[in-house]
């Protein structure tokens, strides 16, 4: 009786340890893809608003030198 009892404790504490890991694995998987949610969301539509103003900026400004340049003087 008393080596029933041990099996069913052992198995018992190996199931326990199974569920306590995949817990510890889903726990890791959310935080993976809360930093891509942030990701896609926030930095990288902010990087490409920054470089899409930083080209718009060196057009202008080369548009306005070559109009400075090819004026006739008065």
Partial sequence: MTDWVNNKGTAATG???????SVSRSAE?????MVIF????????LLLLLGLCGLTKTALQIT??????SRLPT
Avoid: A, D, G
């Fill in 15 to 21: 199931r326990f340890e199974s569920i306590k890991q």
């Fill in 29 to 33: 998987h959310m935080v993976t893809l």
């Fill in 38 to 45: 942030v990701l896609q969301t926030m930095v990288l539509p």
């Fill in 64 to 69: 306005e030198s070559s109009v400075h340049s």
